[in-house]
């Protein structure tokens, strides 16, 4: 197979602590009005308040929108845009968890292009540029700061869905170790389960067949060289790091890294995607109102064992790298073993072990097999073909706890 390799990425990442002090003079570099998007927390903090302030400092005028909502309702990004459309922002800030930020890209494009969040779901909807924006997570998770996706919740629809489109990837991205530090375990776990997953799943989607029009027709083009990287830096770094900065969240080394494997892994997955155990979050979370990082954790080695047959290379390497087995060891036994220690971290930092734990009702589980069927956007990425029946399986077990049944589906 012939080497191929697709990035699609800020025009400027700055990493590290203390990186967030750039913050106001990167913003206002894009113009004299700046709108920040972030929730009821963070918009009382004196971090946020020094950095309006500094922004005001250089000449910049500054709105803050600080009634951003977990999951992102798309009514929230209505009163969002009835906020701030008459303040004419040149450049908009997310500052917070992966919804702040997919706030400020649902908003850059509905400024500039017009519409309803509904007029832009899928891929390729997004019609041109949108007003510039920059993003600065504070928790180690979404990706969402090199990102090509806005994840929204439509109401309406009783689900969530997404807007993708390159134009939706941040100019710059501000990510600073040190602001994680006040994330309680749950949310660490929560987040860093989230980005392993993003990870894994990236690593091993699906490879599409190479032609001159592939990063022309699909916004997530599956694995390839360049994603891969990512993903392996993605998968170490968080290895190492997610177990020591849930039991210390002031362990900066492990922030560190645990921030830079979340990085990593939004810059594979933006482009490589995301498959099965985001596919069938999606309902569940509906459902259940559980989080997204511990619905998507919990599902993962349940996906994984479904995957194994068409991923046994795949996760040898993996296993390899992070020197799990031994020098015996074939890389059947590898693919085996990377799935039982991924249960093991996940089990180790609290995640739900099971779709009953999360809440999900035994009589919803056709309903999510099946809703979960129906988003082809992920669907498409999955290793190994994922049908109706398929899917039933993998949520059977995940709801059960039987990953073994698995192994002969």
């Known amino acids: 197979m012939s080497l191929f390799g697709a990035m699609r990425l800020p025009r400027s990442v700055l990493f590290g602590s203390g990186q967030r002090h750039a913050l106001p003079a990167v913003a206002r570099q894009f113009g004299h009005r700046v709108l920040i998007c972030t929730d009821p927390r963070l918009g009382a903090d004196e971090e946020l308040k020094a950095l309006a302030s500094e922004l005001e400092r250089l000449g910049a005028r500054t709105l803050v929108f600080d009634r951003t909502l977990p999951d992102l309702p798309t009514e929230c990004i209505m009163d969002c845009l009835q906020t701030a459309a008459s303040f004419a922002p040149e450049a908009i800030i997310g500052i ?3 919804s702040c930020m997919d706030m400020a890209k649902a908003v850059s494009v ?12 899928g891929e ?5 540029p949108v007003v510039p924006l920059i993003a600065v997570p504070t928790t180690s998770g979404t990706g969402s700061e090199v990102t090509p996706v806005s994840v929204v919740a439509d109401t309406a629809k009783g689900t969530k869905v997404g807007i993708a489109s390159p134009y939706l990837i941040p100019q710059i991205a501000v990510c600073d170790p040190e602001l994680t530090l006040s994330c309680p375990p749950a949310l660490t776990a929560c987040s860093g389960g989230d980005a392993l997953t993003h990870a894994i799943e990236s690593f091993t989607a699906l490879a599409r067949p190479v032609s001159a029009d592939l990063t022309l027709q699909h ?3 599956g694995k390839n060289a360049l994603s891969d990287h990512f993903a392996l830096l993605a998968i170490s770094s968080i290895w190492k790091s997610l177990y020591p900065a849930y039991v210390n969240g002031k362990d900066l080394q492990a922030r560190e890294n645990l921030m830079m494997g979340a990085l990593a892994a939004g810059c594979a997955f933006g482009t490589a995607g995301t498959a099965a ?3 069938i979050q ?27 047959p068409a991923c046994v290379q795949s996760f040898a390497q993996i296993a390899r790298m992070l020197g799990l087995g031994d020098g015996r060891s074939t890389d059947d036994d590898l693919s085996h073993i990377l799935i039982e220690e991924v249960a093991r971290l996940l089990a180790s930092v609290g995640i739900p072990r099971t779709l009953k734990d999360l809440g999900l009702a035994a009589d919803q ?3 999510t097999a099946e809703s979960a069927i129906s988003i082809q956007r992920l669907v498409k990425n999955n290793p190994r073909p994922l049908d109706l029946p398929a899917m039933q399986a993998i949520t059977a077990a995940a709801y059960s706890g039987d990953r073994a049944a698995l192994r002969h589906a």
Request: aromatic share 14%; charged share 10%.
């Open 124 to 128: 390729y909807k997004v019609p041109g």
């Open 365 to 367: 589980q056709q309903w």
């Open 282 to 308: 999606y309902p569940v979370g509906n459902a259940t109102h559980t989080a997204h990082g511990d619905g998507v954790a919990s599902l993962l080695p349940y996906v994984m064992e479904f995957n194994r």
């Open 219 to 221: 916004v997530f083009v």
């Open 96 to 98: 917070g968890g992966g």
């Open 277 to 279: 155990a985001h596919a």
């Open 110 to 121: 509905l400024l500039t292009h017009g519409g309803e969040p509904s007029s832009y779901y």
